[in-house]
Structure formats: C-alpha cells, structure tokens
C-alpha cells in the first residue's frame, strides 16, 4: 500500500462527506427562498396572460400552493436526484440542460485551469528564483495587470484582435457544434489570465521562502547541484500552497466561465444559468446553483487528499 494512504483515514473523508449534507440543505433552502423572492414570474412576459390560463400553468407545476409545500417538494425531489423540469425550456428537465452545457464548461474550465498552473506555476518559479532582478519585476507587474483587468474586458478585446482583425482563432461559437483548438482557444486563455496572475504570485513567494529554509542550506552545504535542489528539495514545499488554491480555483475557473461562455457564445452551463436567472427559470437557476456547491465541497475534499500525498507531516 502507498505509503501517503496511511496519513489519510476513511473516517476523515467520510466526516467530510457528512458535513457537506447540511452545507447543501443551507445552499438550498437560501438559493430557494432568494430566487421566489425576486420580483417577476417564470410565465410572465410582455403579452399577459389571461388569469385563468396563468392560474391553470402556475397549478401545473405546483406554484399555486403556499411557498413552504412547494420548498418540501422541491427538496424531496432534490433528495432523489430530481432537479425537476426547465420552466422556460420546453419539453426539457434541467439536468438534460445540464448534461448539455457541463461538458463544455468543464471542457473550458479545465484546459483553463491546467494551462493557468503550467503558466503561472513556471512563472512564479522563475520569478522567486530571479528575486528582485528585473525578471522579477517584469513578471510580477505582468501578475499585477492580469489580476486588475477582468476577464469581460479581455474577452472581447481578444475576440476582436485575434478574432476579427487578425483571424486565428473564432471569435464565438463552436465549430458546427464540435469543440476545436479554433473555437475554444481564446475562451480558454482569456478565462485562464486571472489565475495564471495569482498562481504566479503564490508560486513566487512560496518558492523564496522554500529556498531560505533550513534543509535546502543543508543540502547545499553538502554539494548537492542547484538544479537537483531545486526540482527535488524546494519544489515539492513550494507547490503545497497551490493545493489550498486547487478547489476554490478549481471551482472558480467553472464558475467564472459563466461571463466567458456569454462573451464568446458558447452553448456551457453558463449560458443556461445566465438565461435561467433573466427569464426566472427558478428549476434551472437552482440546479446549478447546487452543481457548483457539489463541486467546491468535492474540489476542497480533493485538496486536502492531495496535502496528504505531497506533505509526509500532514495526517488525517
């Protein structure tokens, strides 16, 4: 048995697990009770229903019947994984929407997120390694810009550029419904920038404070190369702290596609949110609203596995 699997216990994650349950009961019931507040009906548009007919849709999907019965409901189909049907999309549930437009924010996510720690990650070394030398400052003032300009403003910047007038990649939309280098090359660097910034920053102060440590003088004391105590010494303390960004980032990249995805016209679960929120399709709003709850509990427990793997000292 590996040798990492020993620090980390079965209880633990099971504990874990369970607290998540009534995290998600409170993400539901505030998401809930914020969406039937907002002013506005799911059936409501610019020609008004006549009253019967309203009476007779809002009785069809049980929002004729006082708010605490429709919140039990709501949450006993919940239970057993039913997230109920789209209020605006027609002859679909939300989690064949969700089904639909997952794959490809998860799609853009994670390419996103790998190139941002690839980038960011050798950045970071490089620059904690050159301390103050002008490489230092030339990366970290590139760190600085990228975190101060949202993504909504580089995306169409970018679209326009490489999109239009230089055209190298799509400025919007897939590729006959396909995902390509073309189509998804721009949404994924622009949606990566802001982490490869932060990434770079945590990278370089993690990576000075590792080579001032105690054993990596030792090491060089003995004569062990510079290239060896960098790859097998200080690199392995210098990366923990990314894991502590790895879910909420993680999560944040799927979660922050939602302005990208409306940016660049890509049919992900961002759209649907952002489509959902403005036509008060209160079902599909809810359905995501809990899919990316799940997915920072479970990106968190993930992070707290991977301290296990890489730090010998950290047991659970």
Known sequence: MP?????????????????????????????????????GSPFSNDRRLEPAVEAQILAVYGHDRPLHEQYLTYLGDVVQGDFGP??????????ELIGEG???????????????????????????????SAVDYGLMGVATLGISIPSYVVGPVAALVFGVWIPIFAPGGLDLGRMTPYTI????????????????RIMRGSMIEAMRSNHI???????????????????????????????PASVGVVTGSLVIERVFSLPGIGSFFIDGALNRDYTLVMGVV??????????????????????PRVKY
């Not at 721009?186 to 990434?199: F, R």
């Open 102 to 132: 997952f794959p490809v924010s998860a799609t853009i996510g994670g390419l996103a997120m790998f190139f941002a720690f690839v980038v960011g990650g050798g950045l970071g070394i490089i620059s904690g390694l050159k301390q103050n």
């Open 185 to 200: 090359t721009l949404p994924v660097i622009t949606l990566s920038l802001y982490y490869i910034a932060g990434i770079s």
């Open 217 to 247: 003088r030792t090491a060089r004391s003995k004569g062990v190369p510079e290239r060896e105590i960098i790859l097998k010494h200080a690199l392995p303390i210098a990366v923990l702290p990314l894991v502590s960004y790895i879910g």
């Open 290 to 311: 809990i899919l990316f709850a799940t997915l920072i509990l479970l990106m968190n427990l993930v992070a707290d596995v991977l301290y296990a793997i890489l730090d």
């Open 86 to 95: 789209s209020l605006r999309n027609k002859d679909k549930t939300v989690s």
């Open 3 to 39: 040798r990492f699997l020993s620090r980390i216990s079965l209880p633990f994650i099971l504990k874990r697990l369970l607290i998540a349950i009534p995290t998600l009961f409170v993400v539901i019931t505030v998401a809930f009770f914020m969406m039937r507040a907002a002013p």
